[in-house]
């Protein structure tokens, strides 16, 4: 089974600073991780996907993750928030066989709230 | 790329009655797609997997007698919440992978069922 942490429910920066989103994940098989924002009364949106690959990840938006498996982590970083940046992060970790062929378990999710 | 979508995106219905929620995907075909539940500021569960042509998988704790799922064709899967409560009350999400993009899916934009 695997399971998916995130540290902090809400985190908030300042509007051109760092943001820095941990997640932590436990998996009994090489993991594909996944991080996903979510707007208000919106679907998901893929941000970026590890899948064995390169560890350092980029996706859309300027965000970036790095998969570390010695801290079995997969925080996900910009390097400056935009106001625009405010949602709702989600990490997620795929099932047995991969992304495609099992559903998703989720984290409980971080609310990024950016400060002009 | 690839859309999602779910209808009604949202509905209101009486206690004890039962109400269908369709995902579609709109340019892929999807032998698989995913239900998830969201209650408010919360996380995604996952419910289950629908499967094109073959009984759904339910998740551990998931009446499957109470949530009907009926995957018709290659770009359809039905969600039938049956005799429903106000607990069911909850924000419905499907995702469906897209063939040859493994690790990819796509979420639609979710439901809003309010029972009352």
């Known amino acids: 089974a695997q399971s998916v942490t995130q540290l902090g429910s809400h985190v908030s920066v300042s509007e051109g600073a760092l943001v820095l989103l941990r997640c932590n994940y436990s998996?009994?098989?090489?993991?594909?991780l996944f991080w996903y924002v979510q707007y208000p009364n919106q679907g998901l949106q893929l941000l970026l996907k590890?899948?064995?690959?390169?560890?350092l990840v980029k996706g859309i938006n300027g965000f970036e993750a790095e998969f570390k498996k010695s801290e079995t982590s997969f925080h996900l970083t910009k390097p400056s928030a935009h106001m625009s940046d405010a949602a709702e992060y989600f990490c997620?970790?795929?099932?047995?066989?991969?992304?495609?062929?099992?559903?998703?378990?989720f984290g409980k999710g971080t609310h990024l709230i950016i400060q002009p | 790329g690839a859309v999602v979508s779910q209808h009604p995106s949202w509905v209101i219905c009486k206690s004890g009655t039962s109400v269908k929620i369709e995902c579609r995907s709109l340019?892929?075909?999807?032998?698989?797609m995913f239900w998830y539940r969201q209650f408010p500021k919360q996380s995604l569960m996952l419910m289950a997997t629908?499967?094109?042509?073959?009984?759904?998988?339910?998740e551990q704790g998931v009446e499957k007698d109470k949530f009907l799922i009926n995957h018709a064709s290659l770009t359809l899967s039905t969600l039938t919440v049956t005799s429903a409560h106000p607990e069911d009350s909850s924000f419905y999400i499907c995702?469906?992978?897209?063939?040859?993009?493994?690790?990819?899916?796509?979420f639609g934009p979710g439901t809003r069922l309010t029972v009352t």
């Open positions: 590890y899948t064995s690959a390169a560890t």
């Open positions: 995702s469906a992978p897209q063939t040859g993009r493994k690790y990819e899916q796509y």
């Open positions: 997620a970790v795929s099932g047995i066989s991969g992304g495609g062929a099992d559903g998703l378990t």
């Open positions: 998996s009994s098989v090489p993991p594909y």
């Open positions: 629908s499967n094109e042509g073959s009984k759904a998988t339910y």
């Open positions: 340019d892929f075909q999807a032998t698989t």
